[in-house]
Each structure stands twice: as structure tokens, then as C-alpha cells.
């Protein structure tokens, strides 16, 4: 008897880990596309073993579709987590529900059966992954904190990261790319979260 108890325990906490909830809310929470600005980029500033060179001023409120952790490859020490993130039209409940979003290797991808729920141009410029730089330890923490189906809130810089040993990151300036270079590298001087 203990053996089944056992084993129904194990079959719910799997099933709990591996299942994502629906997305439930109504309307669109996050209707504006991100905000993007040159005026008053800061001068280049260093970070550890790294140069961190600011490209632009950014800002963005948008779902979190998917959220990673990293730990242990070359970027992890910058940027703990990535975030695809969603707005105006992949902040919408139903359509988020009929895509399937995935995170791997420091790429975000994303698929459907049948019918896309929206032209697959409008998922690809409403939608992002971002690599998050958090630029202190209080930023670190909310960070870390957010879930999927969090309504996120940033600001901060879009940045290219030269380190000491030849490493190099660079951000897209576009939310029109996609495939390898699309991402974003995002320093965030700024982070609220709250679930949806």
C-alpha cells in the first residue's frame, strides 16, 4: 500500500512540475509595444570582467511566456534568466494558449497545431527573447522571482558585452529579426512584477 501511495505522490508532483496552466486573463495587459530611445545613452562602464557598452535606453511591459534559468553557461554570471516575452497581440490569453513556447540554449521558439492563432509575422514582432543583465543585486532578486504569466516591467539598456577574454554579446536594435542575433541583451536598472 505504501508502494502506491508512493507512487501516486510521484505521479502528481510530475504532473504538477510538467503542467503549465492555462493563460486566463481577459483583454490585452500589456498593449504597447516596447519603447525604444538613443537620447542620452551612457558612456561604455565596466562590470566584473566585462565592458558593457550601452546601445540604447529600452523599456517594456509585456507577459512572460517562458521563463529559463541558466547557471552554468558563459553568459550566466550576466544574465541568470531569460524571458520570451509577449505584448499587445502574444499578451492575449487565448492566443497564448494555442502556442506551444519553448526556451532552450538561449533561444526562444515557438509552434501550433492547425491554425496559427495569429499570422505568424504578428507572434514574431510581438514577441522576444530576452537575456536579462540585472544591474544589482535588488534587481537580481525580482528577477529571479518571476514567473510565467507574470506581467513584467522593465527599463533599463540594451547593451554589447566585450569580456576580458574574448567573449562578446550583442543586442538586437529591431523588434522585426528573428534566429540567432534577435535577441535582446538587456541591462535592467528597473523590474516590477506581478502575476496576471
Given at each position: 500500500m505504501k508502494r502506491v501511495i508512493a507512487l501516486a505522490v510521484l505521479?502528481?508532483?510530475?504532473w504538477f512540475y510538467f503542467h503549465e496552466p492555462r493563460a486566463q486573463w481577459r483583454g490585452m495587459?500589456?498593449?504597447?509595444?516596447?519603447v525604444q530611445t538613443s537620447?542620452?545613452?551612457p558612456a561604455p562602464f565596466r562590470h566584473g570582467d566585462y565592458?558593457?557598452?550601452?546601445?540604447?535606453?529600452?523599456?517594456?511591459t509585456a507577459v512572460v511566456l517562458s521563463r529559463d534559468r541558466y547557471r552554468n553557461d558563459h553568459?550566466?554570471?550576466?544574465?541568470?534568466?531569460?524571458?520570451?516575452?509577449?505584448?499587445?497581440?502574444?499578451?492575449?490569453?487565448?492566443?497564448?494558449?494555442?502556442?506551444k513556447i519553448s526556451q532552450s540554449g538561449r533561444f526562444y521558439e515557438f509552434s501550433y497545431s492547425g491554425e496559427p492563432p495569429l499570422e505568424q509575422r504578428q507572434i514574431e514582432i510581438h514577441s522576444a527573447n530576452t537575456?536579462?543583465?540585472?544591474?544589482?543585486?535588488?534587481?537580481r532578486d525580482q528577477l529571479l522571482a518571476v514567473k510565467r504569466h507574470d506581467l513584467v516591467t522593465m527599463e533599463g539598456l540594451?547593451?554589447?558585452?566585450?569580456g576580458d577574454d574574448g567573449y562578446k554579446w550583442r543586442s538586437s536594435l529591431t523588434r522585426e529579426d528573428t534566429r540567432g542575433g534577435a535577441c535582446e541583451v538587456f541591462w535592467i536598472t528597473a523590474?516590477?512584477?506581478?502575476?496576471l
Open positions: 505521479v502528481f508532483a510530475g495587459p500589456a498593449s504597447r509595444d516596447p537620447a542620452a545613452i565592458t558593457i557598452t550601452p546601445l540604447a535606453r529600452y523599456a517594456v553568459g550566466a554570471d550576466l544574465a541568470p534568466v531569460d524571458l520570451a516575452l509577449g505584448w499587445g497581440p502574444m499578451s492575449v490569453a487565448s492566443v497564448i494558449n494555442d502556442l537575456h536579462c543583465l540585472p544591474a544589482d543585486d535588488a534587481v540594451l547593451v554589447e558585452v566585450n523590474l516590477q512584477h506581478r502575476p
